[in-house]
């Protein structure tokens, strides 16, 4: 990515062009040079030169604004990029164009918004007056009169009627009162025209709406204001709602709640886990609905689990994976995250599921529970990640270990259709053949694994000769690896490489070249790999609500939705609002209240 050649570095921020806007403005002819369609790259105030990876992603490349907006309060959201584009067209601009345009655009505003100017010529003239006075941000009538009085061009703007202008100050009172001047409509028709003016460089005596300052730069996350960032993540939550739930269903047609609602409410669970206030949240009674988590396991259990352990553990899975895979594609297509070859992390993690399980019901499961201790679960995790993207994979129940590697490859293969494989850093719960074969098949060299102390897969001799040079080809039967070790006995950095047993020393596989690496360049790939431990944390902390009991598939499924709204929450973080062009960097907790708002606050608000 360049950096693009107009950053600014001040003392306390750097502005910077991201992404483009574009406005469209309606097709009328004025004395004022208006571009129908206009394009400006959007000036933002970041950080530090990283961010400006996130200001240059947008869905669809670039923010679209179309005049005229459905509702003035749409307004509210634009000052930003409004002052940008008045920033940009800003020039001198003579009163006569001025002027006439203003009273050429009246009767379009006034159009928009069911309004006409009155059938009478000359009151017709004296609104028009009124309204001018209004745009021009001028204080009484006794003003507007003596502007016009002065102008050569008066005849020009109201014809035969301009002399019924100038009339005393208690014919005015009467008009605007016979009119209406205060009507709602009218006033959103002035505001319509006054916006339009200043978006388009006219300098007016105030601007159209507080907050409004000619070529205001956008800044970052917390600095933009509550009213913009609550706007627009809940603009940004319900398009990618909207793209995560095409064509997904939870083995239900026709009830209650459909699959966004049902995730939404996930949500709101998860907002506050306090018990007593978490039945309050639960209940969302925007029409009477409640969803709640039992509701939800009902929901798991009867219309999504099967007649057997495997089957249900299918469904759930697949219903997962294209929940992941709606996103990623949205994340690609869109936003072009996936444009560099994407690294990744693997981890599984162990859940304890000892109650509610009958394993006799569970043909084939879990053939090593004594080994693990009753009823352990393991669940496998992955996470991906490049500079400035970081995704979940998803979640899948381990009920055999022999079938973990096997359900990494099916991860990689949904992370494929989008991207290509970069780093697969993964711990030594993978120091065995086929996940050797599997890295090499999908990263040829860009791989490490972590090896146990005097696994089986080094003899003795090969492990003094490892201990001795530093590095070894070592042998497995026909498979043949490249290894690194050190001593981290006293390393700076041995607390994280280290596990209940204190290792004293690091062993590396990796399909890098022997002779021209050291396990040094490798100790500062393979840390990244504990990104998976943080996601796994973030999973169950920020994202997962308190289950009831232990129920596999409750696990299974919430752990899933909890992963999406991790993806959800990268995706917001690392670029910016399709709406208004927001780098909105929102907390866990925003972007849960983002999901569940952009779900139900319609219902909310009785519309």
Not at 262 to 284: F, G, S
Not at 366 to 386: C, L, Q, R, Y
């Amino acid at each position: 990515m360049s950096i693009p050649n107009d950053i600014i570095s001040g003392e306390d921020d750097i502005r910077t062009t991201g992404v483009r806007a574009k406005k469209i403005e309606p097709n009328v002819d004025v004395p004022l040079n208006i571009d129908q369609k206009q394009s400006i790259n959007l000036v933002y105030n970041i950080d530090s030169l990283k961010d400006t990876a996130q200001i240059e992603r947008v869905a669809g490349d670039c923010i679209e604004i179309e005049y005229p907006v459905t509702d003035v309060s749409e307004f509210d959201y634009l000052p930003l990029i409004e002052s940008q584009f008045a920033g940009h067209n800003a020039a001198d601009m003579d009163d006569e164009s001025i002027d006439k345009s203003i009273c050429q655009l009246i009767p379009y505003w006034l159009d928009q918004e069911g309004v006409q100017l009155p059938d009478d010529k000359k009151d017709a003239a004296r609104v028009k007056t009124l309204i001018l006075k209004q745009v021009r941000g001028l204080k009484s009538d006794e003003k507007i009169l003596n502007y016009l009085r002065d102008k050569q061009y008066l005849n020009q703007l109201f014809g035969s009627m301009a002399n019924s202008i100038d009339v005393s100050a208690s014919t005015y009172s009467a008009v605007r009162d016979q009119y209406g001047m205060d009507r709602r409509s009218v006033r959103n028709a002035i505001r319509r025209l006054r916006h339009m003016l200043y978006r388009n460089g006219v300098r007016l005596e105030q601007p159209p709406t507080a907050g409004y300052n000619i070529g205001q730069a956008i800044p970052m996350g917390m600095k933009l204001s509550d009213q913009l960032r609550s706007r627009a993540l809940i603009n940004w939550c319900d398009l990618l709602l909207e793209h995560l739930t095409t064509g997904i269903s939870f083995g239900r047609s026709g009830f209650k709640y459909s699959v966004r609602e049902i995730i939404a409410a996930i949500a709101n669970i998860t907002i506050e886990k306090n018990t007593r206030k978490k039945q309050r949240l639960a209940r969302l009674e925007y029409r009477d609905n409640i969803i709640t988590l039992g509701q939800i396991h009902n929901i798991i259990n009867k219309n999504i689990t099967k007649d057997n352990f495997l089957r249900s553990k299918q469904e759930l899975e697949h219903i997962a994976t294209e929940l992941h895979r709606n996103l990623f594609k949205f994340a690609a297509d869109e936003l072009g995250f996936f444009s560099d070859s994407l690294d990744i992390a693997i981890d599984p993690t162990v859940i304890s599921l000892e109650e509610y399980m009958d394993y006799e019901e569970v043909p084939g499961a879990m053939g090593d529970v004594p080994a693990e201790g009753d009823g352990v679960f393991k669940f496998a995790t992955g996470v991906s990640f490049s500079p400035m993207s970081r995704f979940s994979m998803g979640v899948n129940l381990v009920t055999d270990k022999s079938e973990l590697t096997n359900i990494y490859r099916r991860m990689m293969l949904v992370l494929e259709e989008f991207t290509n494989i970069g780093w697969i850093l993964a711990d030594r719960e993978f120091d065995h053949p086929e996940a050797i074969e599997l890295a090499r098949t999908k990263a040829v060299d860009t791989w490490i694994i972590r090896l146990r102390k005097h696994h089986n897969l080094i003899d003795k001799k090969e492990y003094r000769k490892l201990k001795e040079n530093g590095k070894a080809t070592l042998s497995f039967g026909n498979l043949g690896f490249n290894a690194f070790w050190t001593d981290i006995s006293n390393s700076d950095f041995s607390w994280v490489f280290q596990s209940e047993e204190q290792d004293d020393e690091l062993i590396l596989m990796s399909g890098q070249p022997l002779n021209e690496t050291n396990i040094s360049q490798l100790n500062k790939i393979y840390p990244k790999r504990w990104s998976a431990e943080s996601h796994i944390r973030q999973l169950k902390n920020e994202f997962l609500p308190e289950i009831p009991g232990e129920y596999a598939f409750d696990y299974l499924f919430f752990l899933n939705i909890a992963s999406i709204f991790y993806n959800i929450h990268k995706i917001i973080g690392q670029s910016v609002s399709p709406t208004y062009g927001l780098p909105l960097q929102p907390t866990y907790y925003e972007t849960l209240w983002g999901i569940v708002n952009s779900t139900f606050q319609c219902r909310c608000c009785g519309e």
